[in-house]
């Protein structure tokens, strides 16, 4: 009895583990910093974004990506932190709104 208990729950774990697996994403937007991008007024212009953005982080922020209003969070911040302010375009893996990125450009 206690085998089939324990297979059936390792079914059900394994099951489950594909029910949250991410979907794979690809996303062009912004590398802002969380602070300005919750804010509901722009806090910088837009040619100095860069060095906004840059000591926002500087200061404790986090790095966040924004594509067409949509804030989406980033797992790995230290993949994303050289394109502060820039606008880029990301692959990734998407959980709720959390974006894992396994490769990142920059879009001109």
Do not use: W
């Not at 089939?4 to 590398?31: E, M, N, P, T």
């Not at 989406?72 to 911040?77: G, L, M, S, T, V």
């Amino acid at each position: 009895m206690k085998k089939y208990l324990l297979s059936g729950a390792l079914v059900l774990l394994i099951s489950a583990s594909f029910v949250f697996k991410g979907d794979d994403v690809h996303l062009k937007g912004v590398i802002e910093d969380s602070t300005c991008a919750l804010s509901k007024t722009q806090m910088s212009p837009p040619d100095s974004r860069v060095a906004c953005v840059k000591k926002c982080l500087k200061a404790g922020a986090y790095a966040v990506l924004v594509v067409d209003g949509k804030i989406y969070k980033i797992a790995n911040q230290k993949a994303v932190l050289k394109y502060a302010g820039e606008n880029v375009s990301v692959d990734g893996t998407l959980t709720n709104d959390t974006i894992q990125v396994t490769k990142i450009t920059e879009d001109k």
